[in-house]
């Protein structure tokens, strides 16, 4: 059983950073196609970052050049960083996961509790 456990969500400006994490219960390293996605209340979940067993990484088009995902299979924590964050970014950020070789083959079916990110103009 893989469950994440996202943290560094919190509240900042326009056009400041934030980095959240996100910890694997159980080693993933060469298994496991990880991810970053977000809601807001009332819309449905979008995918943000994905990154795949493979290293291949794929971002959203509204995402692209400010967020970097990244994965420590020695410690097992997913990572997203965020730069020149806008108020659209604001949203319950979860971390998700499925045993997949690469990004979009398949449905996540592992889910974190989520963490808020609050971006203020």
């Known amino acids: 059983q893989v469950q994440p456990v996202e943290s560094g969500g919190g509240s900042v400006q326009a056009g400041g950073s934030l980095t959240l994490s996100c910890v694997i219960s159980?080693?993933?390293?060469?298994?496991?196609?990880m991810g970053w996605t977000r809601q807001v209340p009332g819309k449905e979940r979008d995918g943000v970052a994905c990154?795949?067993?493979?290293?291949?990484?794929t971002y959203a088009d509204s995402v692209k050049g400010r967020f970097t995902i990244s994965k420590d299979n020695v410690k097992n924590i997913l990572y997203l960083q965020m730069n020149d964050l806008r108020p659209e970014d604001s949203a319950m950020y979860y971390c998700?996961?499925?045993?997949?070789?690469?990004?979009?083959?398949?449905?996540?079916?592992?889910w974190g509790q989520g963490t808020q990110v609050t971006v203020s103009s």
């Open positions: 990154v795949g067993a493979d290293g291949v990484t």
């Open positions: 159980r080693p993933t390293a060469g298994g496991h196609t």
């Open positions: 998700a996961a499925v045993r997949a070789r690469q990004c979009g083959t398949l449905p996540y079916n592992y």
